[in-house]
């Protein structure tokens, strides 16, 4: 058997680079990539930590995913060796109800990649015939480097929520959560015309760091105010009292659902992007809020892969850059430190190197 190096997650709190099988030659409709950037978010450290109900252990990990094509099955048009690939995270079936009505996000069959198929923390990881099938792969434009390209799914994640309230021209748009994921809606909501974006986190040093770079005229500090207070004046006083049309959490807050629902305008739309705890997902919500001032409240589950193909688009054609947001780099072997470092105030965007 052959090998590869790879990070392999055994269980909760087991999580180690070894030598684990390399995959062999793509069969029908598989596409074999040599990983060259996969980039770690917060769902590989719960995972790392917790493990997760759909991902059966022992599973190489990692799904924000960009390599270059090695060898490819038949069947597969369109995509040669030696090109640069990214690959969508959440794989949908492509035929039941949903996916045949352009809702492939919420698709009920939906399997992951790092989770029932090997994932990118490796050197090699095959491309399955499912995410083909979905049209699931999308060739790296040139000037986009790997790096970039592998933030494709955590902007596509965005997108699919903007899409859903409908950010557009005009809006004025809160963002709470000034981690990586704050930082790519911010630069979303810009890229759609949006009249005025706030960025806001309860953390000062991770604010500080993500505004800097995306929000460096427009932010607040929670930790310096606490009753939210200097918040809604801010929005207000950008909107001519209104409060922002549209408001994303981007935290796994239920303190920051509630106080969107608070702030928003008559006809807001909100999206509850960032998921709470398991054990404790309740809010308290003013029903008579969201009746009087006809309030939108949306979710939003990952993206499509038509989501991945325009959010590769908007980081092509630089309306959505995401190269500043790259803080920090590791190689596969130091995974563990990679994935330790998505937690700090100062890290926005991690990617891993294989
Ligand atoms: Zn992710
Ligand atoms: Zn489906």
Same mark, same amino acid.
């Given at each position: 058997?052959?090998?590869?190096?790879?990070?392999?997650?055994?269980?909760?709190?087991?999580?180690?680079?070894?030598?684990?099988?390399?995959?062999?030659?793509?069969?029908?409709?598989?596409?074999?990539?040599?990983?060259?950037?996969?980039?770690?978010?917060?769902?590989?450290?719960?995972?790392?930590?917790?493990?997760?109900?759909?991902?059966?252990?022992?599973?190489?990990?990692?799904?924000?995913?960009?390599?270059?094509?090695?060898?490819?099955?038949?069947?597969?048009?369109?995509?040669?060796?030696?090109?640069?690939?990214?690959?969508?995270?959440?794989?949908?079936?492509?035929?039941?109800?949903?996916?045949?009505?352009?809702?492939?996000?919420?698709?009920?069959?939906?399997?992951?990649?790092?989770?029932?198929?090997?994932?990118?923390?490796?050197?090699?990881?095959?491309?399955?015939?499912?995410?083909?099938?979905?049209?699931?792969?999308?060739?790296?434009?040139?000037?986009?480097?790997?790096?970039?390209?592998?933030?494709?799914?955590?902007?596509?994640?965005?997108?699919?929520?903007?899409?859903?309230?409908?950010?557009?021209?005009?809006?004025?748009?809160?963002?709470?959560?000034?981690?990586?994921?704050?930082?790519?809606?911010?630069?979303?909501?810009?890229?759609?015309?949006?009249?005025?974006?706030?960025?806001?986190?309860?953390?000062?040093?991770?604010?500080?760091?993500?505004?800097?770079?995306?929000?460096?005229?427009?932010?607040?500090?929670?930790?310096?105010?606490?009753?939210?207070?200097?918040?809604?004046?801010?929005?207000?006083?950008?909107?001519?009292?209104?409060?922002?049309?549209?408001?994303?959490?981007?935290?796994?807050?239920?303190?920051?659902?509630?106080?969107?629902?608070?702030?928003?305008?008559?006809?807001?739309?909100?999206? =509850?992007?960032?998921?709470?705890?398991?054990?404790?997902?309740?809010?308290?919500?003013?029903?008579?809020?969201?009746?009087?001032?006809?309030?939108?409240?949306?979710?939003?589950?990952?993206?499509?892969?038509?989501?991945?193909?325009?959010?590769?688009?908007?980081?092509?054609?630089?309306?959505?850059?995401?190269?500043?947001?790259?803080?920090?780099? =590791?190689?596969?072997?130091?995974?563990?430190?990679?994935?330790?470092?998505?937690?700090?105030?100062?890290?926005?965007?991690?990617?891993?190197?294989?």
């Amino acid at each position: 058997m052959t090998t590869m190096r790879g990070a392999m997650f055994r269980g909760p709190g087991d999580l180690a680079v070894e030598d684990v099988p390399r995959p062999g030659d793509p069969g029908p409709g598989e596409v074999l990539l040599r990983m060259r950037a996969t980039a770690a978010c917060g769902t590989d450290a719960k995972i790392m930590r917790h493990g997760h109900p759909r991902l059966e252990p022992p599973m190489v990990i990692g799904h924000e995913l960009a390599g270059e094509v090695v060898a490819v099955g038949s069947g597969v048009e369109g995509v040669a060796v030696g090109d640069g690939a990214q690959v969508i995270a959440a794989v949908p079936c492509g035929e039941c109800w949903y996916c045949r009505h352009d809702r492939m996000t919420v698709c009920p069959n939906q399997t992951s990649m790092g989770y029932q198929y090997p994932g990118g923390f490796a050197e090699f990881m095959m491309v399955p015939a499912a995410v083909t099938r979905v049209d699931g792969l999308n060739i790296i434009p040139a000037g986009v480097t790997h790096a970039e390209a592998a933030v494709t799914e955590p902007l596509a994640c965005a997108l699919n929520a903007q899409e859903l309230v409908g950010v557009t021209e005009g809006d004025d748009v809160l963002v709470m959560g000034a981690g990586p994921i704050g930082c790519l809606h911010v630069r979303l909501a810009r890229a759609a015309g949006a009249a005025s974006v706030v960025l806001a986190d309860i953390n000062g040093r991770r604010l500080e760091r993500s505004a800097g770079l995306v929000a460096p005229d427009a932010s607040v500090d929670l930790s310096a105010d606490p009753d939210g207070e200097v918040l809604a004046d801010t929005v207000r006083g950008l909107s001519d009292g209104r409060g922002p049309s549209v408001i994303i959490t981007a935290a796994p807050a239920a303190a920051a659902q509630e106080q969107a629902i608070a702030l928003a305008a008559p006809q807001g739309r909100i999206s =509850f992007f960032g998921g709470l705890p398991k054990d404790d997902p309740f809010i308290r919500c003013d029903s008579n809020i969201v009746h009087y001032r006809e309030l939108m409240l949306m979710g939003a589950n990952g993206s499509s892969p038509a989501h991945n193909r325009r959010a590769l688009g908007l980081i092509a054609s630089d309306a959505v850059p995401v190269a500043d947001l790259i803080t920090h780099r =590791f190689g596969l072997e130091d995974i563990v430190d990679a994935i330790a470092a998505i937690g700090e105030g100062d890290a926005i965007k991690v990617v891993v190197e294989p």
